[in-house]
């Protein structure tokens, strides 16, 4: 089951370089778009500039927090159906990259939904995989305080 976790961890890393080319994709936008319009004084144009970049920044974050999940679920197995089983963050996701950011914010939120799915597929195998990590920590918890109530006599 261990290989699961290594597929969800590649799966991850996959969506957030692909949440990292998008938000440079849209920070180019957002720039030029803000630019080109104050320049020519239309400001509802670079409102929507600035808005992108905002939508950017965002996406910068969602690659950050990404990556740091993909190196921590292989060490701690737990939570990993919780975190993928709602819809509503990546249908909100997918709402404002497409009013936004237009296709190419779609592009990783297909990502999104793709590793959404292969956890959702694989519900069971994760869950178990969790219920045998949390019970190994039991058992290493309890022999840790049993060694310092050992030590403490």
Not at 32 to 61: C, D, H, M, Q, S
Not at 120 to 137: H, I, P, R, Y
Request: hydrophobic share 50%; proline share 2%.
């Amino acid at each position: 089951m261990n290989h699961l976790v290594f597929q969800l961890s590649e799966k991850i890393k996959t969506e957030a370089t692909v949440w990292r080319i998008i938000a440079v994709l849209q920070v180019v936008i957002g720039v030029a778009t803000l630019i080109i319009n104050l320049v020519e004084g239309a400001f509802e144009g670079a409102l929507y500039g600035g808005v992108v970049l905002l939508i950017a920044a965002r996406n910068f974050k969602i690659s950050k927090e990404d990556m740091q999940y993909a190196q921590n679920v292989v060490m701690q197995p737990v939570g990993i159906v919780a975190k993928f089983e709602p819809l509503s963050p990546l249908i909100i996701n997918l709402v404002y990259n497409t009013l936004v950011g237009g296709l190419i914010g779609v592009v990783a939120c297909v990502f999104s939904f793709l590793t959404r799915n292969f956890v959702v597929s694989n519900k069971q195998a994760f869950n178990a995989l969790e219920a045998g990590f949390n019970a190994a920590n039991s058992v290493n918890n309890a022999n840790n305080l049993n060694q310092i109530n050992c030590q403490n006599q």
